[in-house]
Each structure stands twice: as structure tokens, then as C-alpha cells.
């Protein structure tokens, strides 16, 4: 899941200073159960605009906001959504995108939301980083421990001189991440795999951007 | 007075001192620092940044201290430069006649004075020590001939005290067959563990330099304890600080004391005694 919080209002008003026609976009998927871009926030965003004196002229909270139909069919439904004077969307970064795509030129869209993880959900309302999607996965010999996501530092040959008694130099609160990796992999009677060194990362598995996947025909069992 | 590699080569007990770059581009205090060491140290390092704190290069500090004729352990960090950077640095301070070169993680930005930096970590340490031996085979870390390659002495960094200890133990390992071939310990005070680690570093073909870390006062101590991983200063040394009239004196005695005994066993020591650099003297001075 995609972990959103919410910007500051102030922010937000800023954005739309000298916008009085706004139409609001929010996520039905991972921001409304990160509690913000669903049903509620988007009425309470609504409110907190007329407040201000701003006009919403309508609002829509798609299942998921980042898929191009369903935003391409919003504005199809909803008149308003093209003829405001900037959408203002709650969702991640990705939503912002896909309502930006199908927008004309003109149109300021803004996002109310400051997109920032991956998130493996621990239970509701709580959720830790899991992968940093870095296009090239080592969890195979790291015991399922990412070290580019758990190792501030993404090392890959093991611990720095700062693990202090198997937690992290930079917030001790954290176990070091390669301490882990060493435990599971000891326990898997695996050691020889952290013996081995880690090639350098390769970065343009991850740099290339803006990064792209088609399936081809077959894959997508289309038409 | 040998350079490092020499001396350590003819089995002979070879003293590095630590020395840090100004903030700013007045040299003059650095260089008394450097002229101070001078004849007493066989190298000094030179930190690159240290603590995430932005000074003045190590790469330049490195040369001024060649030209005052001290050997330099150029150290350089993985974090303030990718590996286009890192490369094309070390085949610079080659050119400038720089020997020595110590590759280390770095400390994380979120500890220095820059805090909002990308912290770069575009290769880790083991990695660099094997980039900076394919600079010395004549390759760069693509495999394509270099026109002209280094020829550097390679150091790394071990934490002799680490706990757990095993998992800093095959990293060591790694370094070691990466390339590196002298290691300047973490700051340790437990001389019986450090034994033991050097018996069992003993089986690999490396010079090892015991990490001295001069303790100035008993309140430095306390707050090493606190705040520095993996350093741990023992209630002993504590005491006899807290009981002496003149705590850095004291502090001093300590450091020539394990200096002493590490010149009964060990390849080397390297004396860090952040900006007290007179005090280098005194301490290989009361060890003799
Ligand atoms: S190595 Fe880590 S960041 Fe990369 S894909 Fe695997 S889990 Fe994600
Ligand atoms: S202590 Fe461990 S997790 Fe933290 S930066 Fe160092 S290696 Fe990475």
C-alpha cells in the first residue's frame, strides 16, 4: 500500500490563491485507509474550502485514483471537473499524475497529499516500510531484510561501524538492518551468502525514470 | 623517517596520528597541528568530513601535508561521492603523489551539520576497497584499461569491539579480499578483547594499527559511553580520571599506556586525540 499524509492547509490555500473554482479528486484504495483522501477527508476538505470562501464545484472519490480509465470516465460524468479553476486531488503522487494526464494544459492540478512509501500494513492505522522499489530485489540473500529500505545507508556487504550492539548508528530505536540479515541468514544455515560480496548496486535498474512496464498481448489475456 | 608502507613492511611498529581539515580555507593552525606531528608520526590521516561535518577536502589537506613532508592516509567516505567521483578522486591523489588511502563508510548526514544532504552511499566500503585495487591493476571498477594506474596502499576500518562480533568479523574479511591491506581499529579500552582480535586476524596477510582514542576528561568519557557505538569506555578508567588533579595528564598516561602494550604485540598504533594534536607528542613521548 502507498503512504499519504496530509499537507499542510496553509500550503494548500497558498496553492490556490487567485483560485475560486476548485474540484476536489480523492482515492477510494490506499488513502482512505491511510485516512487521507477518502469519503471523510474529501467532505472535510470541502468544508475547510467554503470556509475559506472557495467554490467546490464538485468532487469525485474514485476506487483508484492512479487507473486512467476511471479518472477518464469522471470526467466524462462530471462537467465541473474540467471547467474549475484547479482540482485539488487526495491521493498519492500517482493520482495526481493520472488526473494531470487528462486534464488540458491550463488547468493547475494540486495535491493535498505528500506521498511516502511502500507500506507493508501492520495492522489498521499502522504501517512500516517495506521495499523501496528499487528495481533489482536482493531479498534472496538477504533473508528477506531489505537493506536499501532498512539500512539508511543501503549498504550491501554487512554492518557499519556504527551498529552498536546490533542497533542502528543513525536512530537507535531501529535494529541494524544487517544484524538482522545475519541472524536469518545464520539461523538458515546460510552464512556463506553474506561471505560473498555484494557487487555495486546497479542504478540504472532504478535511476532510468520515469520508469515504465508494459505486458504484452498474451500476458494481458486482451483483446 | 619511512613512510607508512615501509615501515610497516620491515615489521617495524609504524604510529599514525588522526588530523582534521579546517572549517573554512585558513590552513594556518592545521599546518602548526601537521608540523607539530611532523618526525613523530611515520603517517597522518586526514579526515574526510567526519561526523557529516563539511571541511575542507581531504584530498587537498592531504597534499599539504605531503609537501610538509609527512606521509598522508588520504580518507575518503562513501557518502559525499558517487562512484564516478570516487574513482577519478583516487586516481587524483595519485597523481599528486598521495600513497596512502583509507576507504571508509562515513558517518550518516543525520549526524552532521548538513542534515538535509542526499546522503550519496552509491557504493559501500568493502566495494571502494575493491574499486581502489582495479585502479591499482590497471583497470577502472568497469574493467577498462585505465591509461595509467595507482599504485596505493589500501586501508580499512575495523571495530575490534563490535558486538556481535561475528558479522563485523566477515566483513573484515571481505575488505580483506577486496584488497585492503592495513586496518586502523575502532577506539578500543578492553586490551584483553582486542588481543583476541588480533590473534585472530593473525591468519590473514594484514598489518593491523591499534585505534587509540585519547580520553581528555573523565566527562568525554562518560559521554563517549553515551553516545559513540561501539565505544566503551570501562568504570577503571573512569575512576582514575575522576580521581586525578589533572584529568587530560591523566588521559594522556592512559593512552601511553596502551600504546606501550601495543607496541609488545601489534603492527601499529593510530592515535586520535581530536584537535589535541601536542598532546600525540606527549603520549608517543611517555611511551618510549
Ligand atoms: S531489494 Fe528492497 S527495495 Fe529492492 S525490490 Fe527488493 S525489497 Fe524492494
Ligand atoms: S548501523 Fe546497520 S542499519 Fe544502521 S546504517 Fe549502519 S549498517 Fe545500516
Not at chain 2, 551539520?113 to 566495494?127: G, T, W
Not at chain 2, 580499512?156 to 569491539?161: F, N
Not at chain 2, 568525554?220 to 569506555?233: D, E, I, R, T, Y
Amino acid at each position: 500500500m502507498i503512504i499519504t499524509k496530509k499537507k499542510d492547509f496553509g500550503d494548500i490555500l497558498e496553492y490556490l490563491k487567485g483560485r475560486e473554482k476548485v474540484f476536489l479528486f480523492g482515492c477510494n484504495s490506499c488513502a482512505e485507509q491511510c485516512r487521507t483522501g477518502g469519503e471523510r477527508e474529501v467532505e472535510e476538505m470541502k468544508r475547510l474550502l467554503g470556509e475559506e470562501g472557495k467554490e467546490v464545484t464538485g468532487s469525485s472519490v474514485v476506487d483508484e485514483t492512479c487507473y486512467n480509465m476511471l479518472i477518464k470516465r469522471e470526467f466524462k460524468r462530471k462537467e465541473a471537473a474540467a471547467s474549475s479553476d484547479a482540482i485539488l486531488v487526495l491521493a498519492c503522487g500517482a493520482g495526481v499524475r493520472t488526473v494531470a494526464e487528462n486534464t488540458d494544459d491550463g488547468t493547475p492540478v494540486l495535491p493535498a497529499l505528500d506521498t511516502l512509501f511502500l507500506a507493508t500494513v501492520e495492522r489498521y492505522g499502522r504501517f512500516f516500510e517495506g521495499c523501496s522499489l528499487c528495481g533489482e530485489c536482493v531479498l534472496g540473500e538477504t533473508a528477506g531484510v531489505c537493506p536499501h529500505t532498512y539500512c539508511p545507508k543501503g549498504l550491501l556487504n554487512g554492518p557499519c561501524g556504527g551498529m552498536d550492539g546490533g542497533r542502528c548508528e543513525v536512530d537507535l530505536e531501529n535494529g541494524c538492518a544487517w544484524i538482522d540479515i545475519y541472524r536469518r541468514l545464520k539461523a538458515q544455515g546460510r552464512l556463506h551468502v553474506l561471505k560473498r560480496i555484494s557487487p555495486p548496486k546497479d542504478h540504472s535498474k532504478d535511476l532510468t525514470r520515469p520508469r515504465k512496464v508494459v505486458l504484452d498481448r498474451g500476458v494481458r489475456g486482451g483483446a | 623517517m619511512k613512510a607508512l608502507k615501509s615501515k610497516l613492511d620491515s615489521k617495524e611498529f609504524a604510529v599514525t596520528a588522526e588530523i582534521c581539515p579546517p572549517r573554512g580555507t585558513d590552513t594556518s593552525v592545521f599546518m602548526d597541528k601537521a608540523r607539530l606531528l611532523k618526525g613523530t608520526v611515520d603517517a597522518a590521516n586526514v579526515t574526510d568530513n567526519q561526523r557529516a561535518v563539511m571541511r575542507l577536502s581531504s584530498l587537498a589537506c592531504s597534499l599539504l601535508l605531503m609537501r610538509e613532508g609527512i606521509d598522508p592516509v588520504f580518507q575518503m567516505t562513501c557518502r559525499d561521492r558517487n562512484r564516478l567521483a570516487i574513482q577519478s578522486d583516487i586516481m587524483g591523489a595519485f597523481v599528486l603523489g598521495i600513497r596512502n588511502i583509507l576507504a571508509l563508510t562515513g558517518d550518516h548526514v543525520s549526524f552532521g551539520d548538513h542534515r538535509e544532504a542526499k546522503a550519496v552511499f552509491d557504493i559501500d566500503s568493502v566495494q571502494m576497497v575493491d574499486v581502489i585495487s582495479k585502479l591499482n591493476g590497471g583497470t577502472n571498477m568497469k574493467g577498462t584499461p585505465l591509461n595509467g594506474r595507482t599504485d596505493l596502499f589500501i586501508g580499512a576500518v575495523v571495530a575490534p569491539e563490535a558486538d556481535p562480533w561475528e558479522p563485523e568479523m566477515i566483513k573484515f574479511e571481505k575488505k580483506i579480499e577486496a584488497g585492503a591491506r592495513f586496518f586502523q581499529t575502532q577506539a578500543f579500552y578492553d586490551m584483553h578483547t582486542f588481543r583476541g582480535f588480533f590473534e585472530y586476524a593473525a591468519q590473514f596477510d594484514v598489518k593491523i594499527l591499534g585505534g587509540i582514542l585519547l580520553l581528555k576528561s573523565a566527562k568525554m568519557a562518560h559521554f563517549l559511553n553515551k553516545n559513540v557505538p561501539g565505544v566503551n569506555v570501562p568504570q577503571h578508567l573512569i575512576d582514575e580520571l575522576e580521581s586525578s588533579e589533572n584529568q587530560l595528564e591523566t588521559g594522556i598516561r592512559i593512552a601511553a599506556r596502551q600504546l606501550k602494550e601495543l607496541k609488545t604485540f601489534c603492527h601499529g598504533a593510530h592515535i586520535m586525540a581530536i584537535g589535541q594534536e601536542e598532546s600525540v607528542v606527549k603520549i608517543i613521548e611517555e611511551a618510549q
